[in-house]
């Protein structure tokens, strides 16, 4: 997407190599309008797949599964990274190895909004080594539901998730994948 792709070459920045700050416009402070495109873009691609609910993480996620959500017309569930005392045992719930953070997390779904008539869309904000969309993936699938795809905005391509989930035969959408990267603010697009 090349609007895209301009936000990210005119305000992202490569903080250390393999690392992107893109704080001004999609984690952070958000930009709607761009926002709105994304979501019209995720729409185009999987308008067909009678997608009955969005499912992303907290916190970034959110948002943007929000926005897109409006074009689908369909509710958004987001999984949870702390356990909350009013889900109970009542919950799906996947492991999350964090190359990023360096550590490793455990998210959570209610079992009361998924089920096996849903056909889910993922949605997040980055994809890099594709533990996110994998745990996701893993949730919706223990509750039956059939998953028609994942859409994230930036995918960093050099990490390999993206691949590694195509393969597997994910119908993968990234709307900006960066081949390479560093810190003297050279970013190259696949
Ligand atoms: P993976 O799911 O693809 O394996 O990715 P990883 O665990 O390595 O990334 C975890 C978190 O780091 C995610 O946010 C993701 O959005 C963020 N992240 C990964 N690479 C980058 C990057 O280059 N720049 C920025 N700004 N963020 C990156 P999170 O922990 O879920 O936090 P939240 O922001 O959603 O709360």
């Known amino acids: 997407m090349q609007l895209l792709k301009d936000y990210i070459l005119k305000n992202g920045r490569v903080v250390t190599?393999?690392?992107?700050?893109?704080?001004?416009?999609?984690?952070?402070?958000i930009d709607i309008g761009l926002f709105q495109n994304i979501g019209r873009e995720f729409y185009n691609h999987f308008k067909n797949d009678n997608i009955?609910?969005?499912?992303?993480?907290e916190a970034s996620?959110?948002?943007?599964a929000c926005i897109t959500a409006q074009y689908f017309d369909v509710p958004v569930l987001f999984a949870k990274k702390n356990s909350v005392k009013t889900q109970g045992e009542n919950v799906y719930t996947?492991?999350?190895?964090?190359?990023?953070?360096?550590?490793?997390?455990?998210?959570?779904?209610?079992?009361?909004?998924?089920s096996p008539s849903?056909?889910?869309?993922?949605i997040d904000d980055f994809l890099a080594n594709g533990e996110a969309i994998q745990g996701?993936?893993?949730i919706a699938k223990q509750a039956?539901?059939?998953?028609?795809?994942a859409a994230v905005v930036i995918e960093k391509g050099f990490q390999g998730g993206g691949d590694k989930l195509r393969a597997e035969g994910l119908n993968l959408l990234s709307l900006a994948i960066i081949e390479s990267m560093d810190t003297s603010g050279k970013i190259t697009f696949r």
Request: charged share 20%; net charge positive; hydrophobic share 45%.
């Open 94 to 114: 996947a492991d999350i190895a964090s190359f990023t953070h360096g550590k490793n997390y455990s998210i959570r779904v209610s079992k009361d909004y998924l």
């Open 17 to 29: 190599d393999g690392l992107l700050k893109v704080d001004g416009f999609l984690n952070h402070q």
């Open 52 to 57: 009955t609910k969005i499912l992303t993480i």
């Open 136 to 138: 996701l993936v893993n």
């Open 61 to 64: 996620g959110i948002g943007i």
């Open 118 to 122: 849903d056909r889910i869309l993922i």
């Open 144 to 149: 039956g539901a059939t998953v028609a795809g």
